[in-house]
């Protein structure tokens, strides 16, 4: 989603208060954090984290911009809980499909109606875009949590494979092409009036389960 090349958030340097106290770890702190976690969220997805400012972030949220440096140290860091948070909520929705059970197919399915209905519900993730601006060992935890995630993906498809719910294919490529369908569908699907969970699964099903040509599979062609 954001690209690389990124530049220090200079513009919100000088808003940063020259201590802090320590950060409360009450309900109502936690839930000021969780706030400000969801509009960084929905403000990185739409500018990418290269355009998006602390002053924008907490703007949204009727906030001082000094307010944002008392719960997280600068940009970087907010980001960081973004990606956390996004990873957290897709691994409880895999988590919670494995403990139902079902034919492969099925598995994938819900993996996907899943994620929407927690993005309707608790607004967008992060999912697995680009996190090459952060630090090289939160870009490590977080690169390494990903590759766990889309790992129980693969298996839900080589699943599938073996019990006939799924055809043969190559699951690792699978995976990717669905997991950048659903980046973009973050970036993509708030803009769209009506938009619903029900709406976006029709698409899905009819492109990613079913297939667009109803004349079946065409013959691969050999190329020189």
């Known amino acids: 989603m954001a690209t690389s090349g990124y530049c220090l958030d200079a513009s919100n340097r000088s808003a940063k208060p020259k201590s ?3 950060i409360s770890r009450s309900k109502k702190s936690a839930g000021k954090r969780e ?33 944002l440096y008392y719960y997280f140290s600068d940009k970087k860091a907010l980001a960081y809980a973004c990606h956390r948070q996004s990873l957290q ?21 819900h993996a996907i109606r899943g994620l929407l209905v927690d993005s309707a519900r608790n607004g967008p993730q992060l999912y697995f875009g680009d996190y090459s601006y952060l630090d090289a060992a939160q870009r490590k935890s977080i690169a390494a949590w990903a590759e766990r995630l889309k790992d129980i993906l693969v298996r839900f498809l080589k699943e599938g494979m073996a019990d006939g719910s799924v055809v043969q294919c190559e699951p690792e490529f699978v995976v990717q092409l669905l997991l950048g369908m659903l980046i973009w569908l973050a970036k993509w699907a708030p803009g769209v009036d009506g938009m619903t969970v029900d709406r976006l699964m029709n698409a899905i099903d009819a492109f990613s389960f079913h ?14």
Do not use: C, Q, W
């Open 35 to 67: 706030a400000i976690v969801r509009a960084a969220t929905e403000v990185i997805n739409a500018k990418s984290y290269a355009v998006a400012t602390m002053h924008e972030i907490a703007a949204t949220l009727g906030l001082r911009d000094a307010t």
């Open 20 to 22: 802090r106290k320590p």
């Open 89 to 109: 909520r897709f691994e409880a929705t895999l988590h919670s499909i494995e403990l139902e059970g079902g034919p492969g197919a099925d598995k994938l399915r």
């Open 211 to 224: 297939g667009l040509d109803r004349r079946g599979p065409m013959p691969s062609r050999k190329r020189d």
